[in-house]
C-alpha cells in the first residue's frame, strides 16, 4: 500500500506560489516560460503519481489499460520534469551551452527515451515482456528491467545543469543567481539519492517542492523585474529582454524621456516625483496597446511596441498628454517630454551595447527641448559601440596594469638638447592595436575610471624614473597629464606623495601637467594646488590657448612653464599675427617658461625659437615613444643636432 496524502498540501503549494505569480506583470522570456513549464510538469506529475497510486491500491477494481495509461503518464512527466529542471537552468545561462546543435541534441536524447519507453512499457509491458520501465498484469504494477532510467536521466539533467553553471558561471552577474542554481539542482540531487537508497520514503515530490522555491525565490519573483509600483519593468528586466531578444528584435524601442529631470525631482520632491512616475507608467501600460513599458531611472522611459504600430500617433498622443498635469493621491506635476526612435539596434553586437546605446540617447533627449524625435542612426550606434568597447579595453587594462608608459621628449630650443619628456599613455585592444588616448581619456572620465588611470600613469612613470635614473638619461624631468576630473580628487597630493615615496622619486622632477579645465572652480583649486605643492610637486599649463583663462587668473597660479598648444603653433606659423608674440613676451615677463607643442619641421622649430620659446616638443624631434626606446631616440637626436 502506498501513502500520498503529503501530496496534496504540496499541490496546493504549488497553487499559491503560481498565484503570487501571476498576480504581477511578468516579461515574456524564456526563463519565465520554463518556470511555468516547471511547476505545471510537477503538477502533472503529482497528479499521475497520485491516480497511479490510487489505481494500484486497488488494482482489482480498475481496468488494467487505465492503470497502464495513468503509470505512462506519471513516467513521461517524470523524464520531462528532469529535463524542464536542466531546461530552467539553461535558459538562465541563456543556452551558451546548446549553441552547439550536435550538443543539444545529445542533451534532449534521454529526455526522449524515457517518453518512448514510457510508451512502450505501457503497450508492450507484462510479465513475459519485463524488459521496460514497468508493467502491469493481474497482479497489479511492477517495476520492469529499465526502471533505473528514471535515476540515470535524472542523474545526467543535473550533471548537465551543474556542468553548464560551471563553465559559464562568470557570465552570471549576480550571487543570488549562481548559489540558486547550484542549490536547486543539489536539492534535486539528494532527492534522487534518497528515492534511489530508500524507495519506501516518498519524499522526491516535496524536495522538488524545495526545488522550485528556491527557483521562485532567487529568480522567478516578479518583483525582481518590477519598478514604480509594478506598472513598468525594470532595467534589469530590460537588460534581459535585450538579452535574450536582441538578435531578432521584433518589438521596436521607443523612448521616452523626461527633460530635465534632475531639476524636475529637486522642484517637486523625491516621493512626489516617484508617485507621478507610477502614474505616467500606468498611463503608458493602459494607451499604448501590445507595448512592454521598461523604466530605466532618471525619467527614462523605453517601451518596446510592435512594428505595426503608428509611433507618431502614439507620440502626439503622449505629448497631448503631458500637456496636462499628472496628478496621484499627493502628487500634482507638471511635466515636457522628448522622444528617441531606434530603428537600427539590431546593427548592434551586443545587448550591453544596445542598452548602453539607448541610455546615451535618452540622456541626450533629456537634455534637449526639441519637439521632433530623436532618431537613433546607425553611425550613432557605431560610435556607441565603439566607446562601449574602449570601456571593456580600459577596465582591463585598469584591472591588469595594462596601460603602456609611452614618452615624448621635450628639447631645450637654444641647445637643442633633450631636457624632458612627457609621458603619455597607450591601451591596446584585442588585437593588439594602439587606442590613442584622445580616444580612451573621454570615456575613462565618463565612466569614473580616470583616477585609477591617472594613478597607473604617474605609478608607471615614478617606476620608469627609478629604473633608469634621470641623469643617465640626460633629462631633468617628465610630465605627466592630470585630467581635470583627477584634479578633483580631495586626497591627490596624499595618493600622489606616496606612490612618489615608494619609488624613491622626488616630486619635483614629474611635473604635472593640468589644462584650464581645471582651474574652473577657483577656490578649489588653490586648494588643491597647494597641497600638492607642499608636497614638492611642479605645475604645468597644457593647451594654452584652447580654454578661458586670463593672465590675471594664471598669474595666481604657481605654473613653472606654460605649454602653448599645436592649435596655436600652427595657426602662428601658416599666418603669422602680432598677437603670439605679444602673448609670449607677456608670460616671459610675469616670469613662465614656454613650450610650444606641435612642431613638426625645422621652420616651425626656427620660428618658435625667435618668439622665445623655450622648450620644443612635436614630431620633428621625434614622435611619442614606448619608455624602453626612449634613451634611444634621446641618442638619435643628440646625434642629429651634432
Ligand atoms: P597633450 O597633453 O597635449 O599631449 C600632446 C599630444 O600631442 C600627444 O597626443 C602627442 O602625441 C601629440 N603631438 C605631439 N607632437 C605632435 C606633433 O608634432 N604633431 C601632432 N599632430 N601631434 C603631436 P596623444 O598622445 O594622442 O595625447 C593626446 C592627449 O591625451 C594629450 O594631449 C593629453 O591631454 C591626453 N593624455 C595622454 N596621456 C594621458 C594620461 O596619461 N592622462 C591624462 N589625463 N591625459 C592624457
Ligand atoms: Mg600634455
Ligand atoms: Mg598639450
Known sequence: MWTYSFEIPI???LGIILLFYYSRPRLPIRRNHTFIMMVVTETVTIVADLLATIADNDHREWNPVILDLLNMFYFAAFFMRAFVMYRFAASVLKDRFEKNLFFKHLIRLPFYLGVVFSVLSALFGSEKHHYFLYYVDSSGYHSGTLYNLL???????????LLSLYL???????RREKYGILLY?????VSLIIR???PKYLIMDTFVLMAILVVYLAFENPEF???LRGYAFNRIALSEHLEENNKSLKLRPLGIVIHSFNEMRDIYGGPQMEEGLAVIAKYLRQHIKKGIVFYCRNGHFIVLVTPDTDLESIRKQVADRFMQPWRSRNAEIYLTVGFAEFEYL???SSPDIALNSMIKALDMVGMSYDREPLKITKDFLIRAEKEFRIRQYIEKAIDDSGFELYLQPIVDAKSGRVI????LSRVRDDEGKIILPGEFIPVAENSGRINELGELVFDNTCRFIKEKGLDNLGIEWINVNLSPAQFLRIDLADRFASIAKSHGVDPSNVHLEITEGALIDDSFFQRQIKALTDKGFMFVLDDYGTGYSNLARLKRCPFINIKIDMSIVWGYCTEPDAILPRMIQAFKDTGFTITAEGIEDEKMAETMKKLGCDYLQGYHFSKPVAAEAFSGTVSEIRKMQC
Open 420 to 423: 624632458g619628456a612627457e609621458a
Open 196 to 198: 534511489l537508497t530508500l
Open 151 to 161: 535515476y540515470v536521466a535524472g542523474f545526467f539533467y543535473i550533471f548537465m545543469a
Open 346 to 348: 539590431k546593427s548592434v
Open 225 to 227: 523585474f518590477l519598478d
Open 168 to 174: 559559464f558561471w562568470r557570465c552570471l552577474g549576480r
Open 11 to 13: 499541490l496546493m503549494i
Open 185 to 189: 539542482n543539489l536539492i534535486i540531487f
